[in-house]
């Protein structure tokens, strides 16, 4: 799976958002990675289609996001920044709502949820109601549900950004386990360069300007020092 922006900009009013980015979504984590501020939570609005670009064009394996986008956005799943997790239903009950969304019946949401709860360590907690699981268990809930229906990309907005460190590290590693053993492709926004891992593609967005191609990690810790 491909994903290509090009020249996409937003404004709120006549302040640029967004300008001219030109991006492409690689196979494996892209780290997208900015200060508060910086653009990233409306890119991931653009992105899920909540908003429209004021221009340039986003291309999904050669097909424009915005034509046939319903189809083209089962491709997608999504962990928002804020959480949408229903409170008062068990881990089960979440999975099934929203796998039933995507058109799967309770045996294939099943299948799919018993190995996805046992990669990021929820097994044990499925029939516990999300009200009574801490901020860790629900932010790796959000990741399988958003991966249920067997997405091609995932879309993570600042998922660590509320978790202390043992939680962070927690979620980190199970999210790249299962990415390594099912070739996913994921934008990972974030503000913590902890979050980063030597074989990530870095995305830098500053001010609404991307730069695509960072390499290393100590160019971006000297960029964010320097910020």
Not at 33 to 40: I, R, S
Not at 175 to 196: G, K, M, P, Y
Request: hydrophobic fraction near 40%.
């Amino acid at each position: 799976m491909l994903l290509q922006l090009e020249d996409i900009s937003y404004f709120y009013g006549k302040q640029a958002a967004l300008s001219h980015i030109n991006l492409t979504i690689k196979q494996g984590m892209n780290l997208l990675l900015g200060p508060n501020g910086a653009g990233k939570s409306t890119l991931f609005a653009l992105l899920t289609l909540l908003q429209n670009p004021h221009s340039g064009s986003m291309v999904l394996d050669g097909e424009p996001l915005d034509k046939n986008h319903r189809n083209l956005l089962r491709e997608f799943g999504v962990v928002f920044q804020l959480s949408s997790l229903d409170l008062d239903l068990t881990i089960e009950q979440n999975l099934m709502y929203y796998g039933h969304l995507h058109g799967l019946n309770q045996k294939q949401v099943t299948q799919r949820a018993l190995p996805l709860l046992d990669a990021f360590a929820l097994a044990d907690l499925l029939n516990r109601t999300v009200r009574s699981l801490n901020i860790g268990h629900r932010r790796r809930l959000e990741i399988v549900r958003a991966l249920i229906h067997h997405p091609k990309l995932l879309l993570l907005d600042e998922p660590s950004s509320s978790l202390d460190i043992p939680a962070r590290e927690a979620l980190n590693h199970c999210l790249r386990n299962w990415i390594r053993q099912h070739q996913l492709s994921v934008l990972w926004s974030t503000h913590l360069i902890e979050d980063i891992e030597s074989n990530d593609h870095i995305i830098l967005l500053h001010k609404g300007r991307c730069f695509p191609k960072v390499q290393h990690r100590n160019f971006v810790v000297r960029y964010v020092v320097t910020m």
